[in-house]
């Protein structure tokens, strides 16, 4: 089964790390990404932007209508997600517990109901 797991956080939330922390908090990250791709269970990793740089997309008249936001009123937002591919729920929780910072923060796990087939 598919899981999500999700980091979120803000810019004050990354501007308060160490800027001499970053090149281990990065090494860390990398390791869990390659330790987790090589068995298997590591579809994908994406950071997001930040907010700043999102856009709302609508469709007027059958073009594509965009305008700057989403203009957040939470004090964090999605920061990057994880596609995992599990055995179990409780194999989806262990990896998203091994995340390098799931001692600090939460990382937020949802199952993944429907995946539209790739060859329709």
Known sequence: ???????????????????????????????????????GELIGAYGLADAAAAQLVRREGGAPAVTDGPYLETKEYLASFYL????????AQQIAADMPFADVDPVELWPVLHESAADV
């Open 84 to 91: 995992l591919d599990c055995d179990s729920l409780e194999r």
């Open 1 to 39: 089964m598919k899981y999500v797991a999700m980091i979120y956080g803000n810019q004050a939330k990354w501007d308060s790390f160490p800027a001499e922390a970053w090149p281990e908090a990065i090494a860390r990250q990398e390791a869990f990404n390659r330790k987790y791709r090589e068995s």
